[in-house]
């Protein structure tokens, strides 16, 4: 029996169960009900909590999200309740568990749990929460925004970095700074440019797109642009070399898509015109990351090749350790300077991630959890794909501006990493429910749960 087929039976026999237990009434099923009917909305209010560091901000988040989380196994509406993405949710859910094992470190662990729980919830709060074409739209503008809050986030609160690739000293002296005191394991309270960067290669395609799809005013179409320009500028000023090419891959996506299915032929020989162009680019930027040297100013020697290919060794001997629990979340760094200790990156230098997605989220999942989180990001790009190729036409072009963003942010994760739970990582799951919500809404037929034989 394969494991897809026992995935599907094990949520059908817990909704069964749920479904059973529900048929009396009574305030627990109304309390479900209730905030089935206002899933996006209760997910939206409790996001912000995710930026408080303090642990009553925390523990309130926690015990918000697990009833948005029982939605997952409670179908009290029906079929209406059930997404594609529940049955590798549900794995990976009870295989979320493992990675708590090894933690002895709980303050970068508790964020990220939460992380992981309110994306989740997000992810599926998406799903079941934008039925109509309208609804579909004013999500593409909710990117645009969180595009546009990402950059005014990152041009605030980050921590540039001087003396990397561009002369901007003179304009980083004149940028606002407030300093998260209070966030944990920071250079002087700051945010990485990176883990900004990180973010915007995601969303700036889904920003275009959604730019391009707007059919309003133009006063209205106006304001996707403005975001999508406004993440572009500052993208430039985090100078982060892997966000650079990740944002020019997926654009280019973007592009390349967009002209394919014009259905034109100057369409497909531009989009064709253009690859050279693409790959000179691409190689260039490779190029100096791979030439480039520890940071003038800071001397960060995380931020040379030597050092995160002896980074990249250590995390697969780690793997190779422990494959069932990784490290643990957020446990990376200690491990590694009492274990694991590392020739190139000095002793007591936090380590927050492997500067590799892919290795990242292995590591602070283990495989199995790591595998079932992998399962899911390539049912959304399955589920994208369906669209781009079958759905209405501002769906597609929606769809390609998701498919755009996740290649952007896994050509950033070569050499830098998000890790799983952290805040630009809700992102990712926000993208997931957003695809599955695109993937109804084009005519697709939902996954059928009924168990078989």
């Not at 918000?64 to 549900?90: E, H, I, N, Q, S």
């Not at 399962?375 to 781009?388: D, F, K, P, S």
């Not at 963003?405 to 952290?422: E, K, N, R, S, T």
Request: charged share 15%; net charge positive.
């Amino acid at each position: 029996m394969s494991a897809t087929v026992v995935a599907q039976r094990t949520v059908d026999w817990v909704a069964a169960g749920e479904t059973r237990s529900a048929r009396g009434g009574g305030a627990p099923r109304r309390a479900t009900v209730w905030i089935a009917e206002h899933e996006p909305l209760a997910v939206l209010a409790l996001a912000p909590l995710l930026l408080a560091a303090r642990p009553e901000a925390l523990a309130l988040l926690s015990a918000a999200a697990l009833p948005l989380l029982w939605l997952l196994v409670a179908r009290v509406r029906g079929d209406a309740a059930v997404t594609g993405f529940d049955p590798p949710l549900l794995w990976f859910l009870l295989l979320l568990p493992l990675p708590l094992l090894p933690v002895v470190d709980g303050g970068p662990a508790l964020p990220r749990l939460l992380g992981l729980l309110l994306g989740i919830a997000l992810l599926r709060a998406l799903a079941r929460g934008l039925p109509s074409r309208r609804a579909l739209g004013w999500a593409g503008r909710a990117f645009s925004t969180a595009t546009a809050g990402v950059a005014l986030a990152g041009l605030v609160f980050t921590d540039w970095i001087a003396g990397k690739l561009l002369p901007l000293e003179p304009l980083y002296a004149r940028l606002p700074r407030v300093a998260l005191v209070s966030l944990p394991h920071s250079r002087a309270g700051g945010i990485h440019p990176n883990e900004i960067a990180g973010a915007l290669a995601l969303l700036l395609p889904i920003a275009v797109a959604a730019a391009l799809a707007e059919r309003g005013r133009a006063s209205v179409r106006l304001l996707p642009w403005a975001g999508a320009g406004f993440g572009l500028l500052v993208l430039v000023l985090t100078q982060s070399r892997m966000g650079y090419l990740g944002a020019l891959c997926g654009l280019a996506a973007l592009l390349l898509g967009w002209l394919a299915t014009r259905g034109q032929p100057w369409s497909a020989a531009l989009a064709l015109a253009s690859l050279p162009g693409l790959l000179t680019a691409s190689g260039l930027l490779a190029r100096r990351l791979l030439a480039g040297g520890p940071i003038s100013g800071r001397g960060e020697a995380l931020d040379t090749l030597a050092a995160r290919l002896e980074l990249w060794d250590r995390s697969l001997a780690i793997l190779q350790d422990f494959p069932l629990t990784g490290t643990g979340l957020g446990q990376l760094s200690g491990l590694l300077h009492t274990v694991y200790v590392p020739f190139l990156i000095p002793p007591g230098t936090w380590v927050p991630h492997a500067h590799n997605e892919v290795l990242q989220v292995w590591l602070d999942l283990g495989v199995p959890a790591g595998s079932a989180y992998f399962v899911l990001l390539g049912l959304g790009v399955l589920r994208l794909v369906q669209t781009a190729l079958r759905g209405p036409a501002d769906h597609r072009l929606l769809a390609l501006g998701c498919l755009g963003g996740l290649l952007g942010f896994q050509v950033f994760g070569l050499a830098d990493a998000i890790a799983p739970g952290a805040r630009p990582a809700v992102l990712i799951w926000a993208v997931l429910g957003y695809a599955e919500a695109l993937w109804r809404a084009s005519g697709q037929r939902p996954l059928d749960m009924r168990p078989r034989g």
